[in-house]
């Protein structure tokens, strides 16, 4: 491992970001302070995150160096909820405004993410999505941006968007036609209906389920699993992206269209948004005034072991010069 790995793990405000040597796996949860939803930091810092891959992929010799990241998956520490998507918020500030250029930076963002999640980064590594709870309009659309999608049962996944006489703009009609097929991606998006992680696994949107509260281990069975055959699968997805690519100008141009339509809205539309802001609001925190979220805790942990071999003196991620091992005690998690 070497500096470009480590400047991975940088500190962040709304994600949190966890490495499992076993797996060769990056944990990325989200971590919000106020609503679960894809707030400006937490596109920011996700879109740090990808590129910060990219750059430790830069730094490997072909055919010496192996890489030290197999996945890249995204979680969620908020019980009961992955996310609910787009900064509702926002967008109606954004709307009363008629701020075209902040409501399409917003949105370029959201789809950048997606788009690299989709391609896996252009990287031999796997994407893959744990949906624990409620995964709704950009929160489902980035679940399914994921080559696999993992859920555990409990699980409701969907776009409410056409409630407020909108549509899901970063992905979803792009992403649910290759999966699902142009019939059901219109039926799914235009119904507002929530489905559902049975329902969307027997129409093979979802890849695998889980027992409620055990999605980690099935992740973790997953990519045992997979590491048996992982140049075989890594094959298919570059095959996948032959047959039927995503193509980044088609989400570009339909982001566009989505923040015309949605300057376009009227106060009607606007009062049915702030009122799914409220419900989403008591959903999270119904006798909390103060609106905190409770996180769970995670069991990967963005330390690492002994055996790690870091060279000193060792340059961090912020610039401050290592000249030696500091560790004096093991972490006591790592006891069994």
Not at 239 to 267: C, F, G, H, M
Request: proline share 3%; net charge positive; with cysteine.
């Amino acid at each position: 491992m070497n500096n470009a790995f480590y400047r991975i793990f940088r500190h962040y405000q709304e994600i949190s970001v966890r490495y499992d040597q076993q797996h060769l796996a990056l944990w990325c949860y989200y971590k919000p302070r106020q609503r679960p939803c894809f707030s400006v930091v937490v596109l920011r810092e996700i879109l740090s995150v990808q590129h910060a891959i990219i750059d430790y992929f830069k730094t490997l010799k072909d055919g010496i160096d192996e890489p030290a990241i197999r996945y890249v998956i995204q979680a969620s520490q908020v019980p009961g909820i992955f996310n609910l998507g787009g900064d509702l918020d926002l967008f109606i500030r954004l709307i009363a405004d008629k701020n075209y250029i902040k409501l399409y930076e917003y949105a370029k963002n959201c789809i950048d993410i997606c788009y690299l999640n989709a391609v896996n980064l252009h990287l031999p590594l796997t994407t893959i999505s744990l949906v624990t709870g409620m995964a709704l309009g950009g929160g489902f659309e980035a679940a399914l941006s994921s080559n696999v999608v993992i859920a555990e049962k409990n699980s409701e996944m969907g776009f409410p968007e056409i409630r407020f006489n909108l549509f899901p703009g970063m992905g979803a009609f792009s992403l649910l036609t290759r999966i699902a097929g142009l019939r059901v991606a219109e039926k799914m998006i235009t119904s507002g209906r929530i489905y559902s992680a049975w329902e969307l696994y027997e129409m093979d949107i979802v890849h695998e389920i889980a027992d409620s509260g055990k999605g980690h281990e099935l992740v973790e069975s997953f990519m045992r699993r997979n590491n048996r055959v992982s140049q075989g699968f890594q094959a298919l997805q570059q095959v996948k992206q032959r047959v039927n690519p995503i193509d980044y100008e088609e989400l570009l141009d339909i982001t566009k269209l989505w923040v015309k339509t949605a300057l376009q809205l009227s106060r009607h539309d606007l009062r049915m948004m702030e009122r799914l802001v409220n419900a989403q609001l008591a959903k999270i925190s119904p006798q909390d005034e103060r609106r905190k979220l409770s996180l769970l805790r995670t069991r990967q942990d963005r330390r690492f072991t002994p055996q790690d071999q870091i060279n000193f003196p060792f340059t961090t991620w912020t610039g401050e010069t290592v000249m030696y091992d500091r560790r004096t005690t093991r972490d006591r998690r790592l006891v069994h």
